[in-house]
C-alpha cells in the first residue's frame, strides 16, 4: 500500500521475545495496538502530550506514539498487559480511573514511580505524573492511589 | 520511505555520505515523530536511526569538560550527581522538557538539531559555552553552539554530518540560573527560555522564544560587564531590544515576551549575583 | 463497593470503539470545508488517486432526510449546496487502509464560493451575514420578575459589569469514534456516546427506516462531559451511510485534531450586569444580559441558553430581576453541550460580579453573600420557592472556615510587604445548579426502565442511561442492590444497546444519579409487586421468587417505571415562571491563588469545595466527580483557551490547547453537606456538572485579590493579566 519493505525486528514483550515485520512508518503504539492486537495501551493525542499510550521502554515511560515500531529492536517493552491486578487494589480504592481512557497511561507510570520509590527523594509524585493528562479525576484520586501503593499515605 | 539501521559510526557516516536523499538521523524521536501518520513528509523521506550506534551514548567526563553523547537524553542527565553537583541548571531545564516520558526518550543533541526557538535545552548548553561536534566520513569539525544557527530552524549541520556529542567545558560558575515560563508547570513549550551563567570568562546570558532562534544575548552581557547589576527590568530594555525580538504568535504576544524576559532577567542576575 | 468496571479499566481490558477489531472493516474519513461559508462550486479529485478503490458518499447518498435530528432539523449530515461553517463535513470516504484513506481525504478539494461570514457576536451582524431571520439570534428568551427599572431607580447603588468566557474544549482522553454495520436488515452503530436514543432518533430519521431497522449500541466511552452528546450522532450517520455504501463494517475514529477542530465546544458568552444594592448591601434590583455564541446550527443552543439564563441571577434573593438572554448564529463550529450547560458562564459573571458589587458596597465578599443567600423559603427569579432545608450560609461560613480565609489574609498582606515578585488571594464563589432536565423537560421525556428478574435469581438494570467515568454502573448497581436487600454481584447492568433497553433518557443534565436511579428504585419495587412479594421482601425472598417466577413462566419478570414529576413541580414554558428545577445542589468554593508579578502566571495552591447534593451515594466517586470538575473549572478560567480565526481553531492540538497537569493543581479539598432530598433515590440530588460552576470565579477573584485588579474575562492567562497590571495604577513590583 505504501511501498515501503517492511522492517523485521525482535524484541522482548512483556517477557516474551516477539519477532515481527512492521511499516516502517507503524509507530509503536500501532504494532502494539493493530499488528498484535494489545489494545490495553490507548492512543489519545499522537503528539506525545497525553501519555495515554505510555509503555516501558528498558525500564523508563515512553509514549509510544511518539517511538517508531523499529527502535524496539533488542529492547524490552512493557505494556499495560503484563501488570498484576493484585497489584492494582489502591488505585481501585482511590478513584484513580474514571473514564479509563487515560488510565492505562497513569497505571503505567504509577508502577514505575512504586517501583522505583527513590525517585521521591528528588521529585515530587504530582510531577512524575505530569506527563498523564487526565480529564476526569482532577488527579487527586491517581496521586491518593499511588500514595497508598507506597504505603505513604494512612 | 526508507530507514537506515546501522550498528556502527562509520556505517552511519557512510550512508549519510553515499544517500541521494538527504536522510534525517532520528534519535529519540520526540520532535520528528509528533502527528506522524497524519504528516504528509513522514512517509517520503528517508531516516537514519541511530538507536542502535552504542558509541554515541552516555555521559563523558574529562579534565576540562563534560560531553554528552548524541544519545544521552534528558533522563541521562537528570539522574547523574555528578552533572547535579556542578551544572545544576543542565537538571533543572531537564527537569522541564515534557514529562518522565520524554525526558526518557528526548536527546540533548536532537534538541540542537531540531532547532526550535523555544528548545529548552539548547539555552542552557549555550550558556555553559557548549560546542557541538559534528562528524562526517571527512572527519570531525567543532562549532560553538552560539555559532550553530543562521537562521530559523536553520543549524550548520551539513547533510552528511551527524551530532556526535556537545561538549561542555567546566568553568566555575558564580552563579547559573535557568528559567522557563511556559503555559503551565510541566509538559509545556516556552513562551520565554532563559539560561544565565557567570564564570571568570564573564556572563552568559541566552534567550529562548524570542526570535527566530535560541540566542545568545550579547548586548545584555555588554550591558552587565560594563555597568554592573540593573536597578530594575526596564533599563534592561535597550538591550533586550538590540538582542531579541519577539512576535505574536498561538503560543503568545511579543509584548509579553518581551516584558516578561526582562523581569525573569532582571530577578535572574540578581538572585546570587553581584 | 468498589467501581464495577475499575479493573477493567486500570487493566486495560475495558473495550472502547477503537478496540473493537472487526474482520473486513473499513477505514472511514470525512472530508470537510475549509470555509466559514459559501456556496459549493465544484468538488475536484485528483486524478493521481485510483477512485475506484474507494468509497465515496455525498448527500445524494443519504435514503431519508439530510438533517442530524435534535431540536432543529437545520444541520445537514453533508453539506449539499452550502457550508455554514469550517470543518463542516461534505463528503464521506472508506478503504480498508486507514493511510490511503487519509491520503485520499487531501486529495479533493472542495471549492467554494465564498459568502462574508458573521463570527462576533458583539457586534450585530450586517445585512449580508444575515442567515437566520433578521438578526440571526437562533432564540430569545426572558425571566422577569418584579419591578426591575423602579427598583434601580431608587437603589442606594447600581453596580455595571460586563463579562466574558471563552469557548472551552472538552478534552475527553478518548476521541469520538463510530463502528457501524448491516445485519439481517438491521443497522448496527456502536461507539463513543452519551445519548443512544439521540442517536437512534437521528438515525432512523437520516436513514429512512423504522425504530427496528437501527439499533444503537454503547462502547465503553472514554470520557463525554456533554462532548459526546449531540455530536456523536453525526459521526454515528457517517459511519452509517459508508457501511451502506460499501456493504463492509466501517469504523471512524476522529485524530485528537479533528476531534477538536470539528467537534462541539462550550458556549463563548457575553453577560452584562446591572445591580441595584440598598444601603446595607442587599440585593434590590439584577439586570442581566446574556449573550451566548451558538455556532452555525441550532443543535442543543436553546436549551443551553435557558439552563443559562435560569442560573444567572446566582442563589441570592432578589425581589427585582429581569434577564434577557439570545442565542446567535455564527459561523463557526456548533457550540454544543459541555457539563454545566450555560450556567458556568453565568455563574462566573455573577460570582465576579458579586466581588465588585462588595467592593462599590464596602463589604467583604463573604458578607455581602451572606446577607443575601437564599434562604429556605426564599424565591428564586422564575419565582420557584426554595425549601429544602440546606443552610447556604452555613456552607459558605464551612467552606470559610476551612480554606483559613482570615488566617492567610494575613499572611498574604504580609507576603505583599516582603516579596519583590509573589502576591496570594483568597476569593470565593457561591452557586447552585439545578438537576435533570430544564422545566417540563423531564416530563416530556417520559423516562422508561426496566429492571428484570434474571433465571438465576439475579436483577437485570436496563436503562439507557451509560457509563462515561462518571460511576453510572456502580450507582446503579448500588441503587438496586439496597432496594432489593441483594449484595452488588447479584444485580447486572444491561448495555445500553437500543435493541434491549427502554429509553431512560439522555445521560446529561445531572440526571442520571437523581432522576434514573429514582427509577431503577421504582421499578425494583414494581417487580417485587410483578413477584407478588410484600413492600418489605428483600435479599432471599426476591432470589427465591425470581428463580421460581422464571422456572414457572419460562419468562423473566420485569419491573417498570416511569418518569413522574415530583408532586408540586410545576412550570411555565410560555412565562418561564415556576419550579425550574425539581432539586438544586448548592455549593461553596474557596480558591487560594498565587500570582507571579515576574511572569503573571497564576497557580492555584489550595481550593476547598463544599456542597451539599443531597445524601452521598457513593463517597469516592462523588469526590472525584467534583475534583475532577474542579479540575476543568480551574482550566477554564486560567489557561484553556480557543484561538480562533475565521471561524477556525487554530490551536487544535493539546500541545497549544493547554489542560491542567498533575503539577499545575493542589490537592482539592472536598466536603458535602447531606441535606437528603426525599425526591432522589436514598435521599440524593445531581452531582456531575455543579462543581464546574464555581472554580472560575472563586480563581478569579482570588486573582483579583491578590494584586488588585479586576477581571472580567476568561481564561485569565498572563498576558491578559499582565495588561490588566498594567492598566491598574500604583501596581508595579517594589525592587529590592
Known amino acids: 500500500m505504501h511501498g515501503s519493505p517492511e522492517l523485521p525486528l525482535s524484541f522482548t514483550l512483556n517477557g516474551d521475545a516477539v519477532s515481527v515485520e512492521a511499516d516502517p512508518a507503524a509507530r509503536l503504539l500501532d504494532l502494539l495496538r493493530y499488528d498484535l492486537g494489545m489494545t490495553g495501551t490507548k492512543e489519545g493525542c499522537g503528539e506525545g502530550e497525553c501519555g495515554a499510550c505510555t509503555v516501558w521502554i528498558d525500564g523508563l515511560p515512553a509514549d509510544s506514539c511518539l517511538v517508531p515500531a523499529f527502535q524496539v529492536d533488542g529492547r524490552e517493552v512493557r505494556t499495560i498487559e503484563s501488570v498484576d491486578p493484585a497489584r492494582l487494589g489502591p488505585l481501585l480504592s482511590s478513584g484513580a480511573t474514571q473514564c479509563g481512557a487515560c488510565t492505562p497511561g497513569v497505571v503505567m507510570t504509577g508502577l514505575w514511580i512504586l517501583e522505583n520509590p527513590g525517585l521521591l527523594r528528588s521529585h515530587a509524585i504530582r510531577e512524575l505524573m505530569a506527563g498523564n493528562l487526565c480529564r476526569c479525576t482532577g488527579y487527586d484520586g491517581i496521586i491518593e492511589g499511588i500514595e497508598a501503593a507506597l504505603g505513604t499515605r494512612s | ?139 570531525r569539525r567543532e562549532v560553538p553552539l552560539d555559532a550553530y544557527y543562521s537562521g530559523y530552524r536553520e543549524g550548520a549541520r551539513r547533510e552528511a554530518e551527524l551530532i556526535v556529542a556537545i561538549r561542555i567545558p567546566r568553568r566555575a560558575h558564580a552563579l547559573q540560573r535557568f528559567v522557563k515560563v511556559g503555559p503551565r508547570r510541566a509538559q509545556a513549550i516556552a513562551k520565554v527560555g532563559l539560561a544565565v551563567a557567570r564564570s571568570e570568562e564573564g556572563w552568559r546570558v541566552v534567550a529562548a522564544s524570542v526570535a527566530p532562534t535560541v540566542r545568545r544575548c550579547r548586548a545584555v552581557e555588554r550591558r552587565l560587564e560594563e555597568r554592573g547589576l540593573p536597578g530594575s527590568p526596564e533599563e534592561l530594555d535597550d538591550a533586550l531590544r538590540a538582542d531579541v525580538a519577539p512576535i505574536d504568535d498561538l503560543r503568545s504576544t511579543a509584548d509579553y515576551r518581551a516584558r516578561v524576559l526582562a523581569r525573569v532577567l532582571f530577578d535572574a542576575t540578581r538572585k546570587g549575583g553581584a | 463497593m468498589e467501581r464495577i468496571e475499575g479493573l477493567a479499566k486500570l487493566t486495560g481490558r475495558e473495550r472502547y470503539v477503537d478496540d473493537l477489531q472487526v474482520d473486513g472493516a473499513l477505514w472511514g474519513m470525512t472530508v470537510r470545508s475549509r470555509a466559514p461559508r459559501g456556496r459549493i462550486r465544484e468538488i475536484r479529485f485528483d486524478p493521481a488517486v485510483d477512485w475506484s478503490e474507494i468509497v465515496v458518499v455525498d448527500h445524494r447518498d443519504i435514503p431519508g432526510a439530510n438533517e442530524v435530528l435534535l431540536i432543529e432539523p437545520d444541520q445537514p449530515v453533508l453539506a449539499a449546496e452550502r457550508v455554514r461553517h469550517v470543518h463542516e463535513p461534505v463528503l464521506l470516504l472508506a478503504h480498508p487502509s486507514r493511510e490511503v484513506v487519509r491520503r485520499a481525504a487531501h486529495a479533493i478539494e472542495i471549492e467554494v464560493d465564498p459568502e462574508p461570514p458573521y463570527l462576533d457576536v458583539s457586534v450585530p451582524p450586517r445585512p449580508d451575514q444575515l442567515q437566520r431571520g433578521e438578526d440571526n439570534v437562533f432564540k430569545r428568551l426572558r425571566i422577569e420578575k418584579g419591578d426591575v427599572d423602579t427598583a434601580l431607580a431608587r437603589a442606594a447603588r447600581v453596580v455595571e459589569g460586563e463579562y466574558r468566557t471563552g469557548a472551552q474544549e472538552h478534552v475527553y482522553i478518548e476521541t469520538q469514534g463510530m463502528l457501524a454495520w448491516e445485519e439481517n436488515g438491521v443497522v448496527f452503530i456502536k461507539g463513543s456516546l452519551q445519548c443512544p436514543y439521540y442517536v437512534h432518533k437521528a438515525a432512523i430519521r437520516a ?153 462599590a458596597a464596602g463589604l467583604d465578599p463573604i458578607e455581602l453573600r451572606r446577607r443575601n443567600l437564599l434562604l429556605d423559603g426564599d424565591e428564586t427569579a422564575t419565582g420557584q420557592r426554595i425549601v429544602d432545608g440546606v443552610d447556604r450560609i452555613a456552607l459558605l461560613d464551612q467552606a470559610v472556615d476551612l480554606s483559613g480565609w482570615r488566617e492567610k489574609e494575613a499572611a498574604h498582606a504580609e507576603l505583599a510587604r516582603t516579596d519583590p515578585w509573589l502576591r496570594r488571594g483568597m476569593g470565593l464563589a457561591c452557586f447552585h445548579h439545578g438537576a435533570g432536565f430544564t422545566g417540563s423537560g423531564e416530563v416530556m421525556l417520559a423516562s422508561r426502565l426496566d429492571v428484570a428478574g434474571l433465571p438465576d435469581g439475579r436483577v437485570e438494570v436496563r436503562s439507557a442511561n451509560i457509563e462515561m467515568g462518571q460511576g453510572t454502573l456502580t450507582i446503579f448497581t448500588a441503587i438496586a442492590a439496597a432496594r432489593l436487600g441483594l449484595a452488588p454481584s447479584e444485580v447486572a447492568i444491561a448495555e445500553a444497546d437500543t435493541g434491549r433497553v427502554p429509553n431512560s433518557g439522555p445521560t446529561v443534565a445531572s440526571r442520571t444519579a437523581m432522576i434514573v436511579g429514582r427509577l431503577v428504585e421504582e421499578a425494583c419495587d414494581d417487580l417485587r409487586l410483578r413477584l407478588g412479594l410484600p413492600a418489605d421482601a428483600r435479599g432471599e425472598e426476591i432470589r427465591q421468587a425470581v428463580r421460581e417466577h422464571a422456572r414457572a413462566t419460562g419468562e423473566e419478570t420485569v419491573g417498570r417505571a416511569e418518569y413522574e414529576p415530583p408532586r408540586g413541580v410545576l412550570w411555565d414554558d410560555a412565562t418561564y415562571r415556576g419550579d425550574a428545577y425539581a432539586a438544586y445542589g448548592w455549593g461553596a468554593y474557596v480558591a487560594e491563588v498565587e500570582v507571579d508579578l515576574r511572569t503573571w502566571a497564576t497557580r492555584v495552591v489550595d481550593f476547598v469545595a463544599v456542597q451539599d447534593v443531597g445524601t452521598v451515594l457513593h463517597r469516592t466517586l462523588a469526590a472525584g466527580q467534583v475534583q475532577g470538575g474542579v479540575a476543568q473549572g480551574i482550566g477554564w478560567a486560567l489557561m484553556e483557551e480557543c484561538r480562533w480565526k475565521d471561524g477556525a481553531m487554530q490551536n487544535a492540538q493539546l500541545t497549544n490547547y493547554i489542560v491542567p497537569t498533575s503539577f499545575d493543581l493542589p490537592p482539592i479539598r472536598v466536603h458535602f453537606g447531606e441535606t437528603p432530598w426525599p425526591g432522589g433515590p436514598m435521599g440524593a440530588k445531581g452531582l456531575g456538572e455543579l462543581p464546574i460552576d464555581g472554580p472560575a470565579p472563586a480563581v478569579v477573584n482570588a486573582v483579583a485579590r491578590a494584586i488588585g485588579v479586576a477581571p472580567t474575562e476568561i481564561p485569565l492567562t498572563p498576558e491578559r493579566l499582565m495588561d490588566l497590571d498594567r492598566r491598574a495604577e500604583g501596581r508595579h513590583a517594589r525592587i529590592a
Open chain 2, 1 to 139: 520511505m526508507k530507514v537506515e539501521r546501522p550498528r556502527a559510526l562509520a556505517a552511519a557516516l557512510g550512508l549519510l555520505g553515499d544517500a541521494a536523499a538527504p536522510l534525517v538521523p532520528l534519535a529519540g524521536g520526540t520532535d520528528l515523530l509528533v502527528h506522524w501518520p497524519v504528516r504528509p513528509d513522514a512517509r517520503t523521506r528517508g531516516y537514519l536511526d541511530l538507536q542502535r550506534l552504542d558509541e554515541l551514548r552516555g555521559i563523558r567526563w574529562s579534565e576540562d569538560a563534560l560531553e554528552l553523547g548524541a544519545l544521552a537524553t534528558y533522563w541521562d542527565v537528570i539522574t547523574d550527581s555528578r552533572v547535579g553537583a556542578e551544572f545544576p541548571i543542565l537538571v533543572e531545564a531537564a527537569r522541564q522538557v515534557g514529562a518522565i516520558q520524554i525526558q526518557s526518550r528526548g536527546t540533548w543533541a536532537g534538541n540542537v538539531a531540531n532547532g526550535s526557538p523555544a528548545a529548552d535545552g539548547v539555552p542552557v548548553l549555550m550558556a555553559f559555552g557548549a560546542v557541538i561536534v559534528l562528524e562526517s566520513r571527512q572527519g
Open chain 3, 207 to 359: 436513514l429512512g427506516r423504522e425504530p427496528d431497522g437501527v439499533r444503537i449500541v454503547q462502547a465503553a466511552t472514554g470520557g463525554g462531559f456533554g462532548g459526546k452528546e449531540e455530536y456523536p450522532s453525526m459521526i454515528a450517520l457517517h459511519a452509517a451511510l459508508l457501511t451502506l455504501a460499501a456493504d463492509r463494517p466501517v469504523k471512524i475514529v476522529y485524530d485528537r485534531g479533528e476531534d477538536m477542530e470539528a467537534t462541539t465546544k462550550r458556549h463563548p458568552a457575553i453577560v452584562r450586569h446591572r445591580t441595584g444594592v440598598d444601603a446595607d448591601g442587599r440585593l434590590v434590583a439584577q439586570d442581566i444580559d446574556v449573550v451566548m455564541d451558538g455556532g452555525a446550527y441550532v443543535t442543543l443552543s436553546p436549551v443551553v441558553l435557558s439552563r443559562g439564563i435560569i442560573h444567572a441571577s446566582g442563589p441570592y434573593r432578589c425581589e427585582n430581576v429581569r434577564i434577557h438572554g439570545r442565542v446567535m448564529l455564527t459561523n463557526s463550529p456548533p457550540h454544543g453541550a459541555f457539563r454545566g450547560f450555560g450556567a458556568p458562564q453565568t455563574h462566573f459573571a455573577n460570582e465576579r460580579h458579586m466581588d465588585v458589587v462588595a467592593a
